[in-house]
Every structure is written in C-alpha cells, then in structure tokens.
C-alpha cells in the first residue's frame, strides 16, 4: 500500500485548522485568507477531505460560506460532523 505523503499546502491547512477554537466554525474562504492563499477555498476544501486525523484536526469545524456543512471525510460522514458540531454547542 502506498504511504500518503501530505502537500505543504495540506500542512498549513491542517496546522491552522488546530488553532479553531472548540465551539467555533470558519468557512473554507476564511481559512484560505487566514494562511494567506484567498483563492483557494477550494483546495482548502480538498485539504480538509484528505485530512488522516479527524476529528483530532478538527476540520469538522469548517463549513461553507452559504453555512451548510460542506463535505466530511471522517468516520461517519457529514452525519458525523453533525453530532461533532452540535456536542461543540455550535448553532446549524
């Protein structure tokens, strides 16, 4: 089996998305902005899909700018990230 080997950019996504506090949510444009890539909304998006760690890289806490939920690639899927944010006390 081939060993995933993450992207820089996937690094720096994962890195800051650590940093969102429990309780709190961010859309895939803020945190293209917060590690200064504005364009990429959508590659941070794909980062979040590819992240090995949910929910310990809590990427459940990024959402859409419309604020659906967005994709989510842990176990259990978006009902999943459902129960994730609604035991974090977030409003959905």
């Known amino acids: 089996m081939k060993k995933f080997s993450p992207t820089k950019f996937q690094l720096k996504v994962w890195n800051y998305l650590k940093n969102i506090p429990k309780g709190k949510v961010k859309t895939y444009k803020q945190v293209a902005i917060a590690i200064k890539r504005p364009k990429s909304a959508r ?18 806490r990024v959402i859409r700018s419309d604020g659906s939920l967005g994709g989510y690639s842990g176990k259990g899927g978006i009902k999943q990230k459902l129960r ?3 035991s ?5």
Do not use: F, Q
Request: proline share 12%.
């Open 43 to 60: 590659a941070v998006a794909n980062a979040c899909a590819k992240n090995p760690d949910a929910p310990k890289i809590p990427c459940h």
């Open 88 to 92: 974090e006390k977030v409003e959905i």
């Open 84 to 86: 994730l944010l609604r």
